[in-house]
C-alpha cells in the first residue's frame, strides 16, 4: 500500500470510527459477536489490503467503542465479505455488520425502500453442508446469494438469518468508511425512534 493511500485509508477510518463512538443509538445495534468496520483498497484480494478494528466495536459505558486500533488484516469476516462483493462491484469497499432480529429486518426493509435502497436477505438453510463445516468457506456462497435475492444487484443492506452456531447479522456496505458511518448511525437514531 503507498503511503499516501495508507494516510487516507486511516484518516477516513479515524473519522468514521469518532462517528460510530459518538453516536449512542448504535450501541443497542451491536450484536454479541461485536461489530466491525472495514476499508478495502482498491482491488482488495487478501485480508491484509482491508483495514478493520483489532477486538471490534463493542459497549462501554452504554456507549459504542473501538477495542483497539485500525490494522490491516485486523478483520476475517468483514474483509472477506468486503472482498468478495467486490468481485461483482469494485467501488464497495468497505461494510459494517451490526445486529438483526425479525422487527429490525422488517423495518430495514422499509427504510431502504424509502431510500431507493438494494435490500436482500441471505437464508442459512440453504448453504451447502460441505460449507459450513470449513473455516471461511461459505463466504462466496453468502454474497452470491445476497446478489442472487437482490434480482442480480449488490445490496446496499442484506441480513442472513441465523443458523446453528451462528448469530444473525445485518451488513451495510458503501464506497468508504465515513459514508458507512453516517448512514448506519442515522439508522440507529431512526430505528430506536420508531414505534
Known sequence: MKLD????MHGRMAIAIDMIEGCRDFAALIPEVRTNLVYGRAGAVSREDV???DGRITVVG???SAAGKVRPGASSHMARLI????KSDPSVRAGIDFANDPHLAGWL???CRSKGWVFSCIDRSGEPDELKSAEGASMPWKVKAAI???GGRVPKIFYETGAVGKEPVSVLVGREPIEVARQICEIARLYRAAP
Open 83 to 86: 472482498i468478495e462483493i467486490g
Open 5 to 8: 493511500e495508507e494516510i487516507e
Open 51 to 53: 483495514l478493520g478494528i
Open 109 to 111: 426493509e422499509g427504510y
Open 62 to 64: 452504554g456507549m459504542p
Open 148 to 150: 442472487e435475492a437482490a
